[in-house]
């Protein structure tokens, strides 16, 4: 073997699961942002009948499911207000083996519910606006970006 071919192999053992990692990563932020905020709050047309049943739509397509989540939060600010919080991140939450960290600050936000006693194939949902701090997950100990709500305070 030559000495570029075994380099070659050792950088794809080595680096290779590195790389998956830091995409997977990746597409996690860029889903949080994605599915989690929504400044300013956008206004659906009135044949979504409200702004959850709207906003779950989209969901459901970014993900591409069918399946109706129970709850989803949305933020309303910027999201360079909600990273702030990942910057130093001191915490790790083993049930979700994530770094995790709760704001300081409360941010309005809507919070999607399903609505219960209806046919399956049916999605409909209220929306409750509220102001509450949020725990999040985020990418890593420091300089991090969130990428998962677990939970309001």
């Known amino acids: 073997m030559t000495p570029a071919m075994a380099w070659l192999l050792f950088l794809q053992l080595v680096l290779e699961p590195t790389l ?9 932020i860029k889903e949080f942002y994605d599915l989690h905020t929504d400044y300013p709050r956008l206004n659906y047309p009135q044949g979504f009948q409200g702004y959850c049943n709207g906003l779950m739509a989209y ?19 910027p999201g360079t207000e909600i990273q702030k919080f990942c910057k130093y991140c001191e915490n790790f939450c083993e049930n979700y083996n994530e770094y995790c960290t709760l704001t300081q600050d409360s941010f309005p936000l809507t ?29 890593r100990k420091y300089d991090a970006d969130p990428i998962g709500i677990i939970g309001l305070y």
Do not use: E, M, W
């Not at 609505?115 to 949020?134: A, D, E, I």
């Open 20 to 28: 998956v990692v830091d995409i997977r990563l990746q597409f996690a």
């Open 59 to 77: 969901v459901r397509g970014k993900k591409k499911s069918l399946y109706c989540p129970k709850n989803h939060y949305v933020i309303h600010v």
């Open 111 to 139: 919070i999607c519910s399903l609505v219960t006693k209806q046919p399956p194939t049916s999605c409909r949902y209220n929306g409750n606006l509220t102001n509450q701090r949020l725990y999040l997950l985020c990418s």
